[in-house]
Structure formats: C-alpha cells, structure tokens
C-alpha cells in the first residue's frame, strides 16, 4: 500500500525476515505476513497529502533518500513544483537539494526546534544558495507552510521533505490523524 519504487524490496526484505522469524519459534502464517505488508501505512513517507494543488510529504533527509523521492514526483503532474523544506546539517541539506533542484522551482526552508537540534540559517542558506537562485527562509514552519499554499500556482505542487520533526509538524497542519497507523 505504500508508493514507490523501492517499497517492493522494502516488502519483501520484510516477508523474508518474518520468515526467518519462524525459525526461532515465531508463530506466522503466509496469509498473516501477506496481509500485514498489504496494509502497511506510513505516515509521512511518501504521501499524498493532498490532490488540488498536489501536496506530498516525505521524511528524506539525504542525497539518496531525495533520489528516490525526486523518481517518484517526476510522475506527478505538476509542472512547477515549491519544495519546503526542514533539515538542520548543511551536508544533508545540500545533497537534498542537489536533487530536488532537478524538479523544483522555488525553495523555502524552515526549522523545527522542537527536536533541539542545531539550525544554523546562515551555513544552511549557503548550501541551500548553490542549487536555488532564490532560497526564501520562514523560520516558523506553519508560516511556510501556508506560504507555500497560497504560492502555489495552478499548474503546481508542493514538496515537503524533512527530519521526523518536520514530517509530523506538516502532518499536524493537515490533520492527519497518526493515531491509527492499521
């Protein structure tokens, strides 16, 4: 039930692994593991948070992780994208933007401090400054958030990647509910 292109050897490292389990006693049936995979949600791991404009959400937070996040939005509709984007080392932040650069227009960056994590504006906008002619900085992520909305052109989407902090912060603004995960 999770997009991406790479979920599938996700899904089956895990079928594999429940597998093994049994040979330490672990009590699973084939239809039990097959069921379980099938109803996988991660919340903020490639989701579609919504349609009109286009939002989606990812937890990436290094060059590899965007990659693959960058594969799967160039099948997405939208002709020009904003990414937002809460992560607080430069060298993640420059990989991430390397990618993203490909497909994104526009970059605003926020922090979210409710990790007490490092943010330091200056370095992150330099990296941020190499891929992005214009890097717009909102320090308050809801503010960015709702920049980005109302930004947002007919013909565009939004691409919200960041730590787990981040993740939750845009899953709170759109009221996701992260109580049932099954």
């Not at 093994?20 to 109803?39: A, D, H, I, P």
């Amino acid at each position: 039930s999770l997009i991406g292109d790479y979920q599938s050897e996700n899904a089956t490292t895990a079928i594999l692994a429940a597998r093994e389990l049994r040979g330490f006693g672990v009590n699973l049936t084939e239809e039990g593991v097959y069921t379980g995979v099938s109803r996988v949600k991660w919340p903020g791991r490639c989701q579609l948070m919504q349609r009109e404009p286009w939002i989606f959400l990812d937890g990436a937070i290094n060059q590899t992780t965007a990659k693959a996040v960058v594969d799967l939005v160039k099948k997405l509709p939208a002709k020009r994208i904003t990414a937002v984007v809460g992560i607080h080392t430069p060298d993640d932040l420059q990989g991430v933007c390397s990618e993203i650069s490909k497909i994104a227009d526009k970059l605003i960056l926020t922090e979210v401090h409710s990790t007490g994590l490092p943010w330091d504006r200056e370095a992150l906008l330099a990296r941020a400054s190499r891929y992005f002619k214009n890097v717009i900085f909102l320090a308050d992520i809801q503010k960015a958030f709702s920049f980005a909305i109302k930004d947002v052109p007919k013909d565009g989407g939004i691409l919200l990647l960041g730590h787990q902090s981040f993740v939750g912060a845009a899953l709170t603004f759109w009221n996701v509910d992260t109580g049932r995960l099954w």
